[in-house]
Nanobody
Framework: QVVLVESGGGLVQAGGSLRLSCAAS????????MGWFRQGSGKEREFVAA????????YYADSVKGRFTISRDNAKNTAYLQMNSLKPEDTAVYYC???????????????????WGQGTQVTVSS
């Protein structure tokens, strides 16, 4: 069982920055591929960013490319999402997700992840 806990959300003005953290339980965090997704009010969940267990591969939605950066610190069992130049349309609940090694990973698909956090609210005011 893996427990993911997001933090770092909040209210920020457009153009501002936030850094989300996702703390994971378990001693094998370094073997998990990690992803960030978001869901705005009345909208479907959408992919934001993902990072492979090896850190070699990262993936971004076109809407956040160049503004958001995903990273991880395996020593701290934590994944991060640095969000810069925030826009009102980035307002959503942000979720982190973990994919365990041993099965095919499709980074952009929520269905491929095995564990999810409870989410953290990000609100960007105009």
């Amino acid at each position: 069982q893996v427990v993911l806990v997001e933090s770092g959300g909040g209210l920020v003005q457009a153009g501002g920055s936030l850094r989300l953290s996702c703390a994971a339980s378990g001693r094998t965090f370094s073997s998990y591929d990690m992803g960030w997704f978001r869901q705005g009010s009345g909208k479907e969940r959408e992919f934001v960013a993902a990072i492979s267990w090896s850190v070699v591969n990262t993936y971004y939605a076109d809407s956040v490319k160049g503004r958001f950066t995903i990273s991880r610190d395996n020593a701290k069992n934590t994944a991060y999402l640095q969000m810069n130049s925030l826009k009102p349309e980035d307002t959503a609940v942000y979720y982190c997700a973990a994919h365990m090694d041993g099965s095919s990973w499709y980074p952009l698909s929520g269905a491929t992840y095995d564990y999810w956090g409870q989410g953290t609210q990000v609100t960007v005011s105009s």
